[in-house]
């Protein structure tokens, strides 16, 4: 018997169950990518109830998807206008922009110091690049020793945790360059301030928007630490008081919302991106300012 | 005062005894290197990668200077980009964030500010028309294909009306097809405007079809081995690729290379 007809004889012999297998993953594959997020939910949630329910574990210790739910809605209602979260919330949003704001200004400065100077490049960069490698939230009791515990530690904290994507963003941003566009630009007798302006600039924004994304979220842990160690104010001392008297169903209430605020700065800074840097997408041809639409089909 | 306005009627370029030697370090780019380019011809460098003919066109396009000798325009030295010089590279190098006419119309806002370039934005679009990308001029780079990103890029070179054309290698990535319908637009664009060109190359047929002269160049260092006139009728055409004499100006391109080489046929 030859090899082929062996290989072939087991791939037969296996062939109902694979088919099976195979219809099943063909199934899952052609889902629809938001039905296909949904169905991965419900079924965590779903095995999530069903361990807290049959597993008897006490809320304390693990709240069901539906003590959270119900807790939610409580959450939702006090975040309503007037409500008393709304305005812990409104708090910790302003520390993120505060925060996030500085390190955006301070950043850019410092970026641009690091990636157009030689001694930036050769003595501070890598000094930043050990630092950004570095748990920065461990810095956060020196913050508060220093500025402390009311919001400007707060503001401190946030910045100090975004900063180093924006400056190294920043520095990479401006080398990226190539050296034929810097000679095409020099051999039209460009200006500094327009070899600055006009390429520099836009080649280094894909890099500084990648910063940026990085450093809104950075923004959000710094503020919510600064609160849990400052205390006093704002969501993230909503959920240390939620925790000391074990209310895990709030807790995890109040992590869900502000999820959601992360989720919703980062689409933010990635919405200006698309918007500001929309050449640099694979598909720009449809973000392009929705110029000439007509060109779709022609392009390549 | 006399030398050079005399200079200037018959001599465009004058490189004079020129070596290149890249600061720092012990590679010899160019060595000796001695011609005359008069008006309006094309002339064609030819020779193997490294040979340092793209340094011999950086050093005329006055964006480097030569370790030793001397390059003048109209009997002046050049230090720095001279005007009324158009230069073209291998790769387009469109700015992505520009659309064609904002790409086209870049040297003159880098010279003359925006506004300045707004006033030629007719003048853009007559260059585009003629290169035949009418349709394209608010397309960005992105949605163009590899040959008219070159056409644009022609368009760039040519709004600043140059009488001089640095091409270092300007269709080498693009396929055989379309490099020689390029091949057939440059040389219309160049005889239109009785501009001097100066082309780098690495491919003799090209070399040949295009040019009035063809210096064939050794291997670092770069000397000229030999100087090929191309006598063929212009304008030439699709069928001077298939000409008798085409293949003999080829065939003594090719020998004259090799030799250079130390290879004998």
């Given amino acids: ?69 119900e807790e939610l809605l ?10 008393f979260l709304a305005g812990e919330l409104w708090i910790t949003i302003q520390e993120v922009i505060i925060g996030f704001g500085i390190a955006v200004v301070a950043g850019f400065i410092i970026g641009l110091w690091v990636g157009q100077t030689k001694f930036g490049q050769k003595a501070i960069m890598p000094l930043f690049v050990a630092l950004e490698a570095t748990p920065k939230i461990a810095f956060a009791p020196v913050f508060i020793a220093w500025f402390g515990f009311g919001i400007t530690s707060k503001y401190v904290l946030a910045a100090f945790m975004s900063i180093f994507p924006v400056i190294i963003g920043t520095a990479a941003g401006l080398v990226a360059t190539s050296e034929d566009e810097l000679k095409l630009f020099k051999s039209m007798k460009a200006k500094a301030w327009d070899v600055f302006w006009k390429l520099k600039m836009r080649r280094a924004l894909p890099f500084i928007f990648a910063g940026l994304k990085i450093a809104i979220v950075a923004a959000l842990t710094g503020a919510i630490a600064a ?35 992360g989720i919703v700065l980062f689409s933010l800074v990635a919405w200006v991106q698309r918007r500001v840097t929309f050449w640099d997408t694979p598909n720009h041809r449809i973000a392009g300012k929705g110029k000439k639409k007509n060109l779709l089909v022609v392009g390549r | 005062m006399n030398s050079p306005n005399a200079t200037e009627s018959t001599v465009r370029y004058r490189i004079d005894d020129v070596s290149h ?86 040297p003159i806002e880098l010279r003359d500010g925006v506004r300045a ?33 070159q056409r644009a890029a022609i368009c760039r070179m040519l709004i600043t009306q140059p009488n001089v054309l640095l091409l270092d290698e300007p269709f080498g990535a693009l396929d055989e097809l379309t490099r020689e319908r390029m091949d057939l637009e440059l040389q219309s664009i160049a005889s239109s405007r009785h501009a001097t060109v100066v082309l780098v190359t690495h491919s003799i047929p090209e070399a040949v079809f295009l040019s009035d002269t063809v210096y064939a160049m050794s291997a670092r260092p770069g000397r000229i081995l ?40």
């Fill in chain 1, 227 to 261: 609160e849990f160690i400052g205390g006093g104010i704002g969501f993230g001392e909503q959920i240390r008081l939620a925790s000391t008297r074990l209310a895990l169903d709030r807790v995890f209430a109040l992590i869900l919302v502000l999820s959601l605020l």
């Fill in chain 2, 21 to 106: 030697t890249f600061p720092g370090t012990d590679i010899e780019a160019l060595k000796n290197v001695s011609l005359d380019i008069e008006p309006g011809s094309f002339i064609s460098f030819i020779g193997p990668s490294g040979c340092g003919k793209s340094t011999l066109l950086n050093a005329m396009a006055g964006l480097l200077e030569p370790s030793h000798g001397e390059v003048m325009m109209n009997g002046i030295s050049i230090d720095g980009p001279p005007d009324g010089v158009g230069i073209m590279f291998q790769k387009a190098t469109l700015l992505p964030w520009r659309t064609t006419i904002e790409n086209v119309l870049l």
């Fill in chain 2, 117 to 149: 370039a707004k006033d030629h934005l007719d003048a853009a679009k007559a260059i585009i028309y003629t290169v035949g990308l009418a349709g394209f001029e608010n397309a960005y780079p992105g949605e163009l294909s590899g040959g008219m990103a």
């Fill in chain 2, 226 to 265: 030999e100087v090929i006139t191309v006598d063929l009728p212009r304008p030439r055409t699709m069928n001077t690729l298939n000409m008798p004499e085409f293949a003999k100006y080829v065939g003594l391109v090719r020998t004259a290379l090799n030799r250079g080489h130390g290879i004998n046929e």
């Fill in chain 1, 1 to 69: 018997m030859s090899e082929t007809s062996v290989s072939s004889k087991i791939s037969s012999a296996a062939s109902p169950m694979a088919k099976v297998v195979m219809g099943i993953s063909r199934w899952f594959n052609s889902l629809p990518q938001a039905i296909a997020v949904a169905v991965v939910i419900l079924t965590v949630l779903t095995g999530w109830e069903a361990i807290v329910r049959f597993g008897d574990v006490p809320i304390i210790i693990l709240p069901s998807p539906l003590n959270v739910g």
């Fill in chain 1, 74 to 83: 409580i959450v939702i209602s006090q975040l309503a206008p007037g409500g």
